[in-house]
């Protein structure tokens, strides 16, 4: 039993699948096949976008499959090259590289083996929390600033030329120039492939249009010649296992990968999931977001030994497998061994898919991410939330994918600590049944008359104990009659032992003490009554009166020499009703 436990915490995957049900196995192959051919296409316009040879986005996707099969706690989620890290990846590794194909390609695999170590290190210390860092309207804008970028780079491979400026910007300003060198027969192949692609979408939805797009275009680029049209092609590729290659740049160039690696296992985990927790909710069951941060970084690390890039949770591909009916984690090896085919014996064919079809692939994968009517529409429900998506949105825009990711995770930083330190609160009151609300939301809601009760909606901690005192002491001063009693609901704020927060509460109780008011804290009795007398707080007559909860606060303080709202109510705070 004990080793039963120990391997469904390590490796869940495998205990699902060992106990597989005969009767998946037929809609896990359909499932399997369609993730492969939708992968197949996308995995070779990635590795463009990332800067690597086309096979090495096939080299991304098989270990990394097989290994989320074995570690990841989703039964839907599909792993595999993603927009937005590619796009991080050609951001961070291009200038690094400085023209070497050999060195782009070690400091990928480089940079992709530091997330899956960075990943590693967050399942170790249970930092599953962080898929909750990046808020949703920030992420939101994150992913359509990425897919704008992407759209607008891969402009010049459709049309047959090739941009001078590095930036969105610059290459927005600059495209009218371009136009004279317009190369006509990549753009036919291009609008060719987006036609097959739209007319595939719109009559045949369940095939894989991107797969039957690039079929189409290569063989005919088979037929006529490539070189004929002088259209880009993706060229041969090697068949088989890559063979290990060890870095051979300066170990100095590792230093310029570590922060980025820490953006993209970030960016890649809370993409992941998202993709992940939709679709489990869908099928009725729960992931572990600890075990599913071990699983990214083990895809990761497979990702890089099989000399391939970093990976994320793919939605388009999880979707496919969601829509075919996959059960278990099966589909992800099936669909492995379908790309494992393709890699080690089939590629001649792949030769001759044209680079300007793969532009084309890649501007409607990132068409898919783009959201801005949903990144508006927040401004109804949320304003904060708005701006945050707007604000991250424009970053990326102009300050590039890099730095645009940096300020997204600094954002959200900014947003937990704006909540921690500045948490909403309410006085409470009660109605006629006796029971404690928030005031001012229901009209039969009412205050007690001479008590104050208060709630702060944060743990407190040595940097927001100070704007508590100062809240409390401001409500106070707004009350038109000074009240006997403060009462504290200390079970939403007083969650762990801070030194500063009972400094505080000290100077708070002398405060009130002073204004003749007594100090009542309602909840967690034992550790509050334990952390005020090891803070030298006197506890009991002559000091901070401590009970269970609120209901028993009111019935026993003896601070109520004053007739509540109702009758009701009073036979409820003396202990009558």
Not at 204 to 209: A, G, K, Q, V, Y
Not at 421 to 435: F, H, Y
Request: charged share 15%; net charge neutral; aromatic share 10%.
């Amino acid at each position: 039993m004990q080793d039963f436990f120990t391997l469904s915490r390590w490796v869940p995957g495998l205990v699902a699948l060992l106990d597989y049900r005969r009767d998946w196995l037929t809609a896990d192959m359909r499932a399997g096949v369609s993730v492969a051919a939708v992968a197949l296409p996308v995995a070779i316009a990635y590795a463009e976008l990332a800067g690597v040879s086309a096979v090495v986005g096939l080299y991304s996707c098989i270990l990394p499959m097989i290994a989320y099969a074995l570690f990841g706690t989703s039964r839907q989620l599909i792993v595999g090259p993603d927009a937005a890290t590619c796009a991080v990846i050609a951001a961070v590794v291009t200038p690094l590289a400085a023209g070497d194909a050999t060195r782009h390609w070690q400091l990928v695999m480089t940079m992709t083996a530091m997330t899956g170590l960075w990943c590693l290190a967050a399942s170790y210390f249970r930092l599953g929390v962080l898929a909750d860092f990046l808020s949703r309207p920030i992420l939101l804008g994150l992913l359509n600033g990425v897919a704008i970028t992407i759209m607008v780079g891969q402009l010049s491979r459709i049309v047959g030329f090739t941009f001078d400026e590095s930036q969105l910007i610059e290459r927005l300003v600059a495209t009218p120039d371009y136009l004279a060198l317009v190369h006509w027969p990549t753009l036919g192949i291009s609008m060719l492939t987006l036609v097959i692609m739209l007319l595939c979408r719109r009559y045949r939805p369940l095939w894989p249009s991107s797969l039957l797009a690039l079929a189409v275009v290569a063989g005919l680029l088979w037929y006529v010649g490539p070189e004929r049209l002088s259209i880009a092609v993706v060229g041969s590729l090697s068949e088989g296992l890559p063979e290990f290659q060890l870095p051979e740049f300066p170990p100095g160039l590792m230093r310029d990968l570590v922060l980025p690696a820490l953006n993209l296992a970030m960016v890649s985990f809370v993409s992941m999931m998202l993709t992940a927790r939709s679709f489990a909710a869908r099928n009725g069951y729960d992931i572990d977001a600890d075990r599913e941060f071990r699983a990214l970084g083990v895809a990761n690390l497979a990702s890089a030994i099989s000399q391939g890039f970093a990976i994320s949770g793919a939605d388009s591909r999880t979707a496919v497998n969601d829509a075919n009916g996959g059960k278990s984690q099966m589909v992800s090896i099936v669909a492995a061994g379908a790309i494992a085919l393709v890699t080690f014996f089939l590629t001649e064919p792949l030769q001759y898919i044209p680079t300007a079809a793969l532009g084309v692939v890649l501007v409607m994968a990132s068409w898919s991410l783009i959201n801005l009517r949903g990144q508006w529409h927040l401004r109804k429900s949320d304003m904060p939330a708005f701006w945050l998506a707007w604000i991250t949105f424009i970053s990326v825009l102009f300050m590039g994918v890099i730095p645009g990711i940096t300020l997204a995770v600094l954002l959200g930083l900014f947003q937990f600590l704006r909540n921690v330190m500045r948490p909403t609160d309410q006085l409470m009151g009660m109605n006629e049944e006796g029971v404690v609300h928030t005031l001012g939301r229901n009209e039969e809601v009412k205050a007690i008359a001479g008590v104050l009760i208060y709630r702060f909606n944060s743990p407190l901690t040595y940097f927001n104990a100070a704007y508590f005192k100062r809240r409390v002491l401001a409500l106070i001063g707004e009350e038109k009659a000074q009240p006997n009693c403060l009462i504290i609901d200390a079970v939403s704020c007083f969650t762990h032992q801070d030194i500063s927060v009972m400094s505080v509460v000290g100077e708070l109780h002398k405060e009130l003490k002073r204004r003749g008011i007594h100090m009542v804290m309602a909840g967690r009795r034992s550790q509050m009554t334990h952390w005020l007398q090891q803070a030298g707080i006197r506890v009991g007559e002559e000091g901070v009166l401590v009970y269970p909860d609120l209901y028993e606060a009111l019935r026993m303080t003896r601070c109520y020499h004053t007739p509540v709202v109702t009758t009701e109510v009073a036979d409820v705070v003396r202990g009558e009703a």
